[in-house]
Structures are given as C-alpha cells and as structure tokens.
C-alpha cells in the first residue's frame, strides 16, 4: 500500500488525478518559418518606433510655427499719459529663425516717443538677423494716446522669419486695443443760442481739471462761416499769477490759438464773436481742441459744434436771467432775476414799441411776480407798453434801456413727476403801426401779441433752464424727540460749568433724480463738543478732531431712496460769561450733492441752531434759551 501511494504521486498530473498512460500527446517544434517571421515583424516594430522618435526630435521641434508672439499693455489710459506696449517673442523650435522682421502699424491717435531696442527703419520697423531656437526677446514701445474720452488705439504687429530648414518666409501677426479712460481736463462751454448782429456774443469755455491729468496744454481751432468775425479769444484763472506757468493763450496762425499753463483751479476762456451778416437763420461754428506730436500731425480730443440763430433787427433785445445770458441749472424754490436789455441799433429813431418777455414752462410761480414797472400780465406773457414805461413811446438812435422783474421757480409738489422740469425764457418785441392805433397798444385784448412760430428777428436770446432735483435737508436739534421722550442729558434751561448733551437730527429727501458725492457737513463752534454719539443706515457719520467737523458722508443716492437719516449728540458747557446769553449750538450745515441728469452741484444750506432750541416745543417750553447761573 505504501508503495501504491508513492506510484500514485509519481503519476498523478496538476489536478492529482492519474495519468493516462496509454494515450500519448506530441507537440510539434515550432519551424524556421515561424522564427523568420517573428523576426521580420519584431524589426519593422523597433524601425518604426525609431522612425518616430527620429521624427518627433527633428521635425515636430522645427515647425515652422512654433513661435510664441504677443503684446501686453495697459487696457485704459489718461489722454496724454505716457505708457508703453511690450511686443514679446519667443522661438519655441530647435532651429533657429533667420532675416527676422517686426513691424507695428501705429493707430491715428499715438504719439511715438522712444523704444527699446531703437527701430531700424522709422519708427516702426526693427530687423533681427538670427533668433536662435529657443531664444526670446521683448520690444518696448514708448507713447501716448490724445483722443475722445473712451476712443480706443488698436497697435497691430506681425514677424516675419525663414526657419533654418525651410526656403520660404512664414509671417506671425498680433493685436492690443487699448482705450482712453478720460481727457483730464473737464470743458463746459457756455453761450446763448442766439447771437445778434453787429453785436459782441460771447462763448465762455470753464475748465475743470481732474486729479489725474497730463494735458498741460492744447491748441484750439476755431473754424466760422465768411459771415462771423472772431474778435478775440482770452484767458483768465483764479489764481491771476503772471509768471512763465501761467494760464496763457496765444495766437500762433490766423484762427489757431495755442493755450498753456492748465493747472487745478479755476480757469476760463472766452471768445468774442460778430455777426456782421445775416446769411441763414441757424449757422454752425466749430472748435476742434488738439495737441501735437514731433511729427506736427493734428491729434484731436475734442470738437465741438456751436449752432446759433441770427437775430437781425434794429431793435436789439438781450435777456439776462441771474446775471447770464446762457442756460443754466436752478433749484425749485429759486428766485429768478430777469434784466431784459433793450437798444436802438437802427438809424432812425423807433416809436410806439411793446416789450414783451415770455416764460414758458409748468414751474412758474406768478404769485412771487415782482416787477416795477407793473407789465401787464397775460397767459405766460409779461408785457410792457408805453402806458407802463414812458420811454417805449420813442426810442432814440443807440438809446439803451432796461427792464427789471424777478418770479419764484415753483416748489416741488408730489403730484409734478411726471412733468418737463424746464423752463425756457425769451424775451419779443413789437411796434405799433400807427401813433393813433389804439388797438395795437390794448394789450388787454384777448388775442395774444407774441408771435411764437414766424418772424424770430424780434427776438432775444432764448434761455433755458433746467431744474435740478429737489434734493433738500432737514437739520433740528432737540432735547426731547417727537414723542417727548429725553434724548439729552444735563440741566435745562443751560447752567454755567454744567454740561447739557443734546441730540442732532439731519433728514435729506430726494425725489427727482439720482445724486452722487452727497454728503452733509457741519463745522462745530469751538465751545461745542462731539459726543460721539451716532447712527446712520446710509452711509456714514464721521468727526474730524483736526477740523471740528462733522460729516455724513452718503455717496451714491438713487431715486428708490426717497429719504435717508443720520444723528448724533453733541454738549456745551456754558462759563460765567455766557450767563443770560442765547449761545449758538451749530451755524448752519451744508448738504452737497451732483445730480446726475443736469451734471449741477445742489447745495443746501440750514438755518444757525441755538440754545432756544427751536425745533423743540417741549424744551422751548422749559428755556427761552438763556444761560443760567
């Protein structure tokens, strides 16, 4: 048994069963045809894989695109602001790049002033005669860019290079816009839209400059039709420093003037102009301001057209409304003052005239109307005759003389949204065709006398004026609230070496339309102390300890916030020598803000607030205000 079990395992297979003995399996050798293949595919796949990777190192390295350019610069820019585009280039290949050419076509509006390395040809062109594989590099160009606000330069580059292994020329091409952020310098031109023959007209030119400028100077052009003669263009600053920096203009070539010395306050230029013929109703002139580069080309950043309608009558009419002839920003509530001037340019003297000025528009308060001269009212029409003014009988020749009134701008009701806030005001005249034609002197008649659609040389000027929103500030100081509940602290009526804390409420409310840089300040009496007290959902109250101010600084105020407050505490401590005196708590505070639509600053000022603490009854009822001992 122990010999049958060893038999066993010698002839059992790798599943332990026994071995079939009589059935033999023959396998046959694999023959020379088999390794002679196996030979032939083995070679072709180590050929292949050779091919390949000779290939990739000799070809894929050596593509004739394989080279990396671009340019990088600065998206915005100030007009004038010097700055540079960087072109860069790398060769990515193993060859190198052989008569290598980089050029930049420069927009209309740049100024050329260095790069690095310098051009070959012009200033625009540079010549490499190898780049290595490899090899990088980088042009710097030095300008800058006078144009419109947001006008855009577009710097266009391409290369042009002969890989070392190739015959022909392969050209690679890039771009960068880069844009005008701002001119640096605000321009406000004022004028009338009338202008009168063979009389002085005026174009005002303000200039505002901005924290980041780099125009130091411009020229202007001023390009007018045969008909209208320039008188002279001037320059005033509020500085009036005479020396070589000064606000200067200075005529180089027949209406070209160059102006220099532009520096943060507030300068002026005006030019004076002449209509010595009427040729059209309505004619244009331009200014075109530019500067200059080395090449003395024109680079323009800002044009303006000035359309004016001739007047032509012997019966000169001027309407000044605030001391301006031009349109202008007002406020609801204003108090407007007309001076209507009126002057005999003709050669023979003019009788029976009737001076008429018309106010168009919704905002007029009539009930405010005061005018010496007592015109007669109808409709929107003011109207003067020689019942009311003796010299409209007869004017002389170059006589000269001028009427007076003053109207509220209306105050803003709730139920005005909706409506023009605009007036417009021009002022008319007409004659009498007889001395004894009594209807053409009843002003009283219903028909109207104004003529508003035909004849305009009876004309003044035409102002318009825009209302600015009805942004207003509501300041009140109190020791008790509304609800008679006590938000100051200390003696009341105010005693001598006694502190008294009181409260300060500051209320705005707008309507119209939206604000921004809104802000209140209030300068503090030196006796008067913060008391750091303060609250505010819009914006913030801060104390400048240097200044003794306050301000609520409040930003952006869109019209979905119809009001917004603030409030904060402030104490005095009265001395022997406020005793039976009513002292001053604040002198008054001012609410800042520009509105949006019309571009105008909106200032509001409050009354001096005292210790009789008139916006509080309940107190008013324990002081009259005095200081007690």
């Known amino acids: 048994e122990e010999i049958n079990d060893s038999l066993s395992e010698i002839y059992q297979n790798d599943d332990e069963n026994l071995v079939n003995m009589h059935k033999f399996d023959v396998k046959k050798k694999k023959g020379f ?12 796949l180590i050929t292949g894989i050779g091919h390949g990777i000779y290939y990739y190192l000799t070809n894929v390295d050596s593509d004739a695109t394989a080279i990396e350019f671009a340019i990088q610069g600065k998206d915005k820019v100030m007009a004038g602001e010097e700055f540079f585009w960087t072109i860069k280039y790398k060769n990515l290949s193993r060859v190198s790049m052989s008569n290598v050419s980089i050029k930049a076509v420069y927009p209309d509006n740049f100024i050329f002033l260095e790069s690095v390395p310098e051009p070959q040809i012009k200033n625009f062109t540079w010549h490499f005669d190898k780049i290595n594989a490899n090899q990088e590099g980088t042009i710097q160009i030095k300008g800058k860019i006078i144009g419109e ?37 605000d321009f406000d031109f004022e004028y009338s839209p009338t202008a009168l023959m063979n009389e002085d007209n005026n174009i005002a030119i303000n200039l505002t400059t901005n924290d980041n400028n780099f125009l130091q100077d411009f020229f202007i052009t001023t390009t007018l039709p045969e008909n209208i003669e320039l008188i002279s263009l001037t320059a005033t600053s509020s500085d009036n420093i005479k020396d070589v920096d000064a606000f200067m203009v200075e005529q180089i070539k027949p209406n070209i003037w160059h102006v220099s010395g532009i520096k943060k306050q507030e300068q002026k230029l005006e030019i004076k102009y002449k209509v010595n013929q009427k040729i059209d109703g309505k004619q244009d002139m331009t200014l075109t301001l530019w500067q200059t580069g080395n090449d003395e080309q024109m680079y323009i950043f800002l044009e303006k057209k000035i359309s004016v309608e001739i007047m032509q009558s012997n019966l000169n009419l001027t309407l000044i409304i605030n001391g301006s002839k031009n349109d202008q920003t007002i406020d609801f509530g204003e108090n407007l003052t007309y001076s209507i001037v009126y002057a005999n340019k003709g050669e023979v003297d003019i009788k029976n005239v009737m001076i008429m000025a018309v106010l168009e528009g919704d905002f007029f308060d009539w009930t405010s109307l005061d005018d010496k001269n007592n015109g007669i009212k109808k409709n929107n029409t003011i109207i003067w005759s020689k019942n009311e003014i003796p010299n409209l009988t007869e004017l002389e020749v170059d006589q000269e003389e001028i009427i007076d009134f003053s109207i509220n701008v209306a105050n803003f009701k ?10 417009k005001s021009y002022a008319q005249f007409d004659i009498a065709k007889n001395d004894d034609d009594d209807d053409n002197n009843d002003v009283s008649a219903d028909e109207p006398v104004v003529d508003k659609e ?15 929103s009805d942004f207003l500030l509501k300041e009140s100081v109190r020791y008790f609230n509304e609800d008679d509940v006590p938000v100051g602290a200390g003696p009341l009526p105010f005693k001598i070496g006694q502190a008294t804390s009181l409260k300060v409420y500051w209320t705005i409310t707008n309507n119209l339309h939206e604000l921004r840089d809104a802000k209140v300040e209030v300068n503090l009496p030196d006796n008067i102390h913060w008391n750091n007290k303060n609250s505010t959902e819009v914006g913030s109250v801060q104390y400048d300890n240097e200044q003794h101010k306050i301000t609520w600084q409040i930003g952006r105020l869109p019209i979905t916030v119809y009001k917004a407050d603030a409030e904060f505490s402030i104490s005095i401590t009265p001395t022997i020598n406020d005793v039976d005196k009513i002292m001053v708590l604040l002198p008054g505070s001012n609410a800042h803000a520009i509105d949006n639509k019309t571009s105008s600053d909106i200032i509001k000022t409050t009354k001096t607030k005292t210790t009789k603490l008139e916006d509080d009854e309940t107190a008013m009822g324990i002081s009259d205000g005095r200081v007690v001992e």
């Open 33 to 44: 045809l088999f390794w002679f293949f196996s030979f032939l595919i083995f070679a072709s």
């Open 149 to 185: 606000k947001n006008a855009s330069a577009i710097l266009l580059a391409d290369m042009t290079y002969m890989p070392e292994n190739f015959t022909s020329t392969f050209k690679k091409e890039a771009s960068y816009i880069t844009s005008i952020s701002d001119i640096g310098v």
């Open 414 to 423: 709730e139920t005005d949204i909706g409506k023009d806030f605009q007036i």
């Open 454 to 468: 035909t004849n305009t040389d009876n004309r003044s000027n035409i102002i318009a004026n825009r209302i600015n």
